[in-house]
């Protein structure tokens, strides 16, 4: 053992390299100096892989080198004992492995049935390898386990095929390993022709790597482990691909608890804390798991895992999460690399390709194929044609630096304000716009991106965005989400000294509160607003803030009073063709209230054909509604019935569910006065339905009153009044009447 330890010493000392310092050596073979001092004093007999990758890494002729292997098997062979024709390479099964039970039986069918050859693919710190070694424990190979490590994602180089084969030969005690790698792999495939053996190729860096070292065919089984998804061995030779997902909250507390013990309560707070902070990652998890052990409790740790990636470390930088994901970025051509730290720059959380591609500053076509680069380096994860990232994958991808950022992230936002520019002017049109997509598109990509729109608000695009999104807030029945969004323009503009848009966002903030039945909230919004809109002299802002104030009084009873703020904003409107159809009917609402049928008549009919001219369908649809309701009260039934049904399609087609509760709610009324209980009950609870889907708590009450009426549930009245007691609304007298047994006013 000595006089191969001065061989080796040699080497490092007179090699083709000349001499090398063992600290270099060592970091670039991803040993400690320790272990490659050992080596060289002759305490440690190195492993055949590590032996491979140290003479490889010191360029010792083949000769040399195929002689220094066949010494080092001499001497790791006890004196006389044969040479072993089972190897069993495979790491220490891993310790408080969890979960993967779908993964794990994937493998079992695969063994059973074919393929022979799988690919296990996922991100940096999925637990690739921990899944790979922990199956080949428990599965039965008779003729052995081979293992190679081939370094495609670590400190070093990746590993050469050649080299990888002369090792692998040398575990099957072939001794005549041929120079050429070509005749290796024909010799590798001969050695493992009939023999029912597991090979684990560990962190593969690409197919070119992989395909010299797979063997023929069965019986031998190969598992191979990568970051890619290794496309090309899905063709040929037709590898099954298993990709591995980080854990969900459950199987992530699991992980934590079988690494940390009993202490880890499956229910607890923290622990559900720090699983979701870890996206359910297992490196991540460990590294949790080991600062647990130290005697810190959960809470403390869950507090302490700041928003980045320090918490993610415990000492050891080859296992730090930095770390382990700065070898993905490695082998990242300079394109790749640029494109990852642009995606994980901007606020969403995901985005589609038409928004990737305005990021990128290049055509969807050409984002989508940028995309899939990263996609198959499982550094971006796509799903349902959206892209995003994994959220420690993201913080590390915001460490690192990127030129043109600003000028990025500009592109990236005009794209979202330009497009739902678009979209409002075909669901919501305003005087002189030119709709310019289908109504189905609009709506379909405001469907996809509405949580990446209030995402982006919260960001800081409030001024950008806010605008657009408050034409479509109160129709669309989104009124929870515009306390969040109008909330974020009133600070902007505040922010910006602009008196005039803050008028118009607390006018709006007082249009969601009363959607909402927080009735004191909305009149303190409105009269802010009429105050500051009285300031900047803005007519059209006033007449808002007074129509939403008659508004109040309306919902209230309030109706002289209510009559009384509509008209004051008319007569501030002349010029506003659609502020004076919104009023007119509002005011259509009051006399309708009032009995006056045919003055409400006479105002819905003047405000559609307004809505018409404009081409409001939302505007429509509200006008429409009113006049099927106001015919419904006047006794002419077959009226009604067909402008509801024309209602709810304008509703229906532009997505504005506020308008179609309201519908809902008159028609069920209008089949319940015509005796048709069962079509009454039904379009009930399709009003519930919808009210509740959008917040919109009179509404609900209204529908729960009429299902109480119609199907006898006394239940229904008990939450209608609990509501309407709420909302502090009249309406409450009504129901009180009818759950004492008394005749109540007219219905709801």
Not at 360 to 365: E, G, H, I, S
Not at 586 to 600: Q, Y
Request: aromatic residues 4%; neutral net charge.
């Amino acid at each position: 053992m000595a006089a191969f330890a001065r061989e080796l010493k040699h080497w490092t000392r007179r090699g083709p390299r000349g001499p090398v310092k063992v600290a270099a050596l060592a970091k670039r073979l991803a040993v400690s100096q320790s272990t490659l001092y050992a080596y060289l004093a002759g305490t440690t007999l190195p492993s055949s892989q590590a032996l491979d990758d140290l003479l490889t890494a010191l360029e010792v002729p083949a000769d040399e080198h195929r002689r220094l292997a066949t010494e080092r098997d001499r001497l790791h062979r006890p004196r006389g004992a044969a040479r072993p024709d089972r190897p069993a390479e495979l790491p220490a099964d891993p310790a408080g492995f969890t979960g993967r039970a779908a993964e794990l039986a994937a493998l079992d069918r695969a063994l059973a049935e074919g393929p022979p050859i799988v690919v296990v693919a996922g991100p940096a710190g999925v637990g690739k390898t921990a899944l790979a070694v922990r199956w080949g424990h428990r599965a039965r190979f008779p003729d052995g386990c081979l293992y190679a490590d081939l370094h495609g994602y670590s400190p070093g180089e990746p590993r050469e095929p050649g080299a990888v084969l002369a090792g692998l030969l040398r575990s099957l005690g072939v001794e005549d390993i041929p120079d050429d790698p070509a005749e290796r792999a024909a010799r590798f495939r001969s050695a493992l022709a009939r023999r029912r053996l597991l090979l684990v190729l560990d962190n593969a860096l690409d197919v070119n790597q992989v395909r010299p070292l797979l063997p023929g065919g069965p019986p031998a089984f190969t598992v191979i482990t990568s970051r890619t998804d290794l496309a090309g061995l899905q063709v040929r030779p037709g590898a099954l691909r298993v990709d591995l997902r980080p854990f969900g909250p459950d199987d992530g507390v699991e992980l934590l608890r079988a690494q940390v013990g009993p202490r880890v309560d499956r229910s607890a707070p923290a622990a559900l804390r720090l699983a979701e902070r870890c996206g359910g990652l297992p490196l991540a998890l460990r590294i949790v798991a080991a600062r647990a052990q130290g005697g810190r409790s959960l809470e403390e740790l869950a507090d302490g895992l700041g928003p980045g990636l320090d918490g993610f470390d415990v000492g050891d930088p080859d296992t730090a999460v930095r770390t382990v994901f700065s070898w993905s970025l490695r082998h990242l051509d300079a394109q790749a690399d640029r494109d990852f730290r642009l995606l994980g720059a901007h606020p969403a959380h995901t985005i589609a390709a038409p928004a990737a591609a305005a990021l990128l500053d290049t055509t969807v076509k050409d984002a989508a194929k940028r995309l899939d680069v990263l996609v198959r380096a499982h550094l971006v994860q796509h799903s349902a044609g959206r892209y995003g990232m994994h959220d420690l994958v993201r913080a590390y991808s915001r460490e690192q630096p990127v030129e043109g950022l600003d000028t990025a992230l500009d592109r990236f936002f005009d794209h979202y304000t330009d497009t739902l520019a678009a979209v409002m002017d075909v669901l919501h049109p305003t005087a002189g716009t030119t709709p310019k997509l289908p109504v189905r598109t609009a709506r379909d990509w405001l469907d996809a991106e509405w949580d990446t729109l209030l995402t982006l608000v919260r960001a800081g695009a409030a001024a950008r965005l806010g605008t657009e999104l408050q034409r479509h807030l109160d129709q669309g029945g989104r009124h929870s989400d515009a306390l969040v969004v109008l909330e974020h323009v009133r600070s902007a503009a505040r922010d910006a000294g602009d008196r005039a848009a803050e008028g118009a966002a607390l006018y709006h903030l007082g249009v969601a509160y009363l959607r909402l039945g927080r009735h004191r909230e909305a009149m303190e919004h409105h009269r802010q607003a009429l105050v500051i809109c009285r300031e900047v002299g803005d007519r059209d802002g006033e007449a808002g803030a007074l129509n939403n104030l008659g508004n109040l009084h309306e919902r209230l009873g309030h109706y002289p009073e209510a009559l009384a703020h509509y008209r004051q904003a008319l007569a501030l409107v002349e010029g506003f063709r659609k502020g004076r159809a919104v009023l007119l009917v509002n005011i259509g609402v009051v006399h309708a209230r009032l009995g006056d049928h045919e003055a409400a008549v006479r105002a819905y009919e003047k405000a559609l054909a307004t809505f018409t001219d404009l081409g409001d369908q939302g505007g429509m649809a509200r006008a429409v509604g009113n006049l099927a309701e106001v015919h419904h009260l006047a006794g002419r039934p077959e009226q009604a019935f067909a402008l509801f049904a024309r209602a709810l399609d304008l509703a229906r087609e532009m997505g504005a569910r506020g308008i179609e509760t309201e519908v809902l709610n008159n028609l069920g009324a209008a089949h319940a006065a015509t005796g048709r209980t069962d079509l009454a009950a039904g379009t009930y609870a399709d009003a519930l339905a919808v009210a509740r889907e959008v917040g919109d708590r009179y509404e609900e009450a209204r529908a729960l009153e009429g299902l109480g009426t119609v199907t006898g549930e006394v239940e229904r009245w008990r939450d209608a009044l609990a509501v309407y007691r709420q909302l502090d609304l009249p309406e409450a007298a009504r129901v009180a009447d009818l759950l004492a047994g008394r005749t109540p006013p007219a219905g709801p």
